[in-house]
T-cell receptor, first 115, second 115 residues
Framework: GNSVTQMEGPVTLSEEAFLTINCTYT??????LFWYVQYPGEGLQLLLK?????DKGSNKGFEATYRKETTSFHLEKGSVQVSDSAVYFC??????????????FGKGTKLTVNP | DSGVTQTPKHLITATGQRVTLRCSPR?????VYWYQQSLDQGLQFLIQ???????AKGNILERFSAQQFPDLHSELNLSSLELGDSALYFC??????????????FGPGTRLTVT
């Protein structure tokens, strides 16, 4: 079945540092890929997505590129802020599998950004 | 605010009891998904309903059941509760953007504590 593997962290950075959170996936078809963010005490928010190979998703300075050859969707940000402290989840869905868009999540990476 | 509402926000109950979690999707969204977030299992898909019909089932225990009503709100029923059922339960609804492009929006979650 489909699965997602992401670096578990925790990751601690200083403000304005460069961020990379690695995410790789296993899928039998051609899934859509997502990054969700969960701030303390809140639900999940969609951060960005990509629906096909070589697509780049971007939002709020974060970006990730769908790499089919390496089955990866790494999250990057050039300069993190304290407000980016949260847990980040990589996820995939393949609606062609059983006709459901259910999400398969990685285990999450906790990011702490210090001033 | 994602537009997905969940009640209650917190629930504390004893082992062996039964509880009902409620979810209202975003206006116009026909699909409702339930996910469980626990420390040991991470985020797991439980079940999906589409316009009142069950669409997909994940790692949902037989003690758990769900339904979606004609007004599209959904309820997740958990019975014979065990300590291990303590978790955050999220509801999500989805919007179809294109043939193979979907986005899921999550509610704030219900934190269930079984004592």
């Amino acid at each position: 079945g489909n699965s997602v593997t992401q670096m578990e962290g925790p990751v601690t950075l200083s403000e304005e540092a460069f961020l990379t959170i690695n995410c790789t996936y296993t899928a039998t078809g051609y899934p859509s890929l997502f990054w969700y963010v969960q701030y303390p005490g809140e639900g999940l928010q969609l951060l960005l997505k990509a629906t096909k190979a070589d697509d780049k998703g971007s939002n709020k300075g974060f970006e990730a590129t769908y790499r089919k050859e390496t089955t990866s969707f790494h999250l990057e940000k050039g300069s993190v802020q304290v407000s980016d402290s949260a847990v980040y989840f990589c996820a995939l869905s393949d609606h062609r599998e059983g006709g459901s868009e259910k999400l398969v999540f990685g285990k999450g990476t906790k990011l702490t950004v210090n001033p | 605010d994602s537009g997905v509402t969940q009640t209650p926000k917190h629930l504390i109950t004893a082992t062996g009891q039964r509880v009902t979690l409620r979810c209202s999707p975003r206006s116009g969204d026909l699909s409702v998904y339930w996910y469980q977030q626990s420390l040991d299992q991470g985020l797991q898909f439980l079940i999906q309903y589409y316009n009142g019909e069950e669409r997909a089932k994940g790692n949902i225990l037989e003690r758990f059941s769900a339904q979606q009503f004609p007004d599209l709100h959904s309820e997740l029923n958990l019975s014979s509760l065990e300590l291990g059922d303590s978790a955050l339960y999220f509801c999500a609804s989805s919007v179809r953007l294109a043939a193979s492009s979907y986005e899921q929006y999550f509610g704030p979650g219900t934190r269930l504590t079984v004592t």
